[in-house]
């Protein structure tokens, strides 16, 4: 079983240039989840996405887009990538409907930028 | 604005001592608080609660809520080095679906 699948695993920017963060989960979940930690930090939600078609954002959205492509995949886009977005980058799914379920995540992006 | 708090940020104890970890939340509309370890790689779930004062126990470890101080605590008995990690809670709003993390607690367990 895949679960939830991000790519790259690791990824290193100059500052200025962009990028996107793919996620693709495999369990037919409604909601997706991008999430940031730093060191100290925990887990910062960047953006999320409740069901196909709709995305919001989170505690930390500026720097970053993101597009809702199917129910599958939820990317992560870094238009001009700062050192302040160095960090671990984590997506996560969780199956909504009428009961109480927890998230799966990815493995992480480890990105830097220099 | 939703926010999930732990305490403390971090912990050193040593083998076969026991722990507990907290964690407090404001969260709109509340609907869960979920656990996770994490091992230097992706979160794993340990505890989803929904209800005050039913544990959840699993082996060494177990799990409160209680919904009327907005509190949940994670305890752990008779540690190993293996439990050393970070523990992370997070809230869930029904409202809006958002799952808020608080910062973790870095527990290191000594032999």
């Known amino acids: 079983n895949a679960g939830v699948t991000q790519t790259p695993k690791f990824q290193v920017l100059k500052t200025g240039q962009s990028m996107t963060l793919q996620c693709a989960q495999d369990?037919?979940?409604?909601?997706m989840y991008w999430y940031r930690q730093d060191p100290g930090m925990g887990l910062r939600l960047i953006y999320y996405s409740a069901s196909e078609g709709t995305t919001d954002k989170g505690e930390v959205p500026n720097g970053y887009n993101v597009s809702r492509l199917n129910k599958r995949e939820f990317s992560l886009r870094l238009e001009s990538a700062a050192p302040s977005q160095t960090s671990v980058y984590f997506c996560?799914?969780?199956?909504?409907?009428?009961?109480?379920?927890?998230?799966?995540f990815g493995q992480g992006t480890r990105l830097t930028v220099v | 604005e939703d926010k999930v708090v732990q305490s403390p940020l971090s912990l050193v104890v040593h083998e076969g001592d026991t722990v507990t970890l907290n964690c407090s939340y404001e969260v709109t509309n509340f609907r869960s608080l979920l656990w996770y370890k994490q091992e230097k790689k992706a979160p794993t779930f340990l505890f989803m609660l929904?209800?005050?004062?039913i544990e959840k126990k699993s082996g060494r470890l177990s799990s409160i809520l209680d919904k009327k101080e907005l509190f949940s605590i994670l305890n752990i008995t008779a540690t190993q080095t293996g439990d050393s990690a970070v523990y992370l809670c997070a809230g869930r709003s029904g409202a809006t679906n958002k799952l808020i993390f608080g910062t973790g607690t870095l527990l290191a367990v000594q032999p």
């Open positions: 929904t209800s005050s004062g």
């Open positions: 369990m037919n979940h409604n909601s």
């Open positions: 996560a799914s969780r199956k909504t409907g009428t009961e109480n379920t927890e998230a799966f």
